[in-house]
């Protein structure tokens, strides 16, 4: 999400904010931008991989990153009316993985 009363002229990184936590981003800390300005952070990311390997069942609903109707979402923020699909937490791995200047990696299993 951006930031409320930020400029879409002149973004700064801080301007946006994870969907699921509502963290700024930082250089510290992996950002993936999903659809319409909605963004994960790895550590948010690592959360949902973390319920998705204990093998909860997925809900169906609107998922924040694609904004698609999907079946198979696997993580709703605890703090926020956000969550995330399946399709959306293998993209962001794959993004994360593929970009060596990430200082991200899955959780350990
Ligand atoms: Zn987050
Ligand atoms: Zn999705």
Redesign the pocket.
Known sequence: MHRPGSDPQDMQPTDFLCDFCERPWSERTPFIE?HHGSCICGDCLSLAIVERRGGGTASSGS????L?H?EDLRWRSPRRDAS??D??IDQATTVFGKDRSIDWSPPAA
């Not at 998922?63 to 694609?66: A, E, F, K, N, Y």
């Open positions: 999903g998922c924040t990153m694609c698609e999907r995330i699909c399709r959306c």
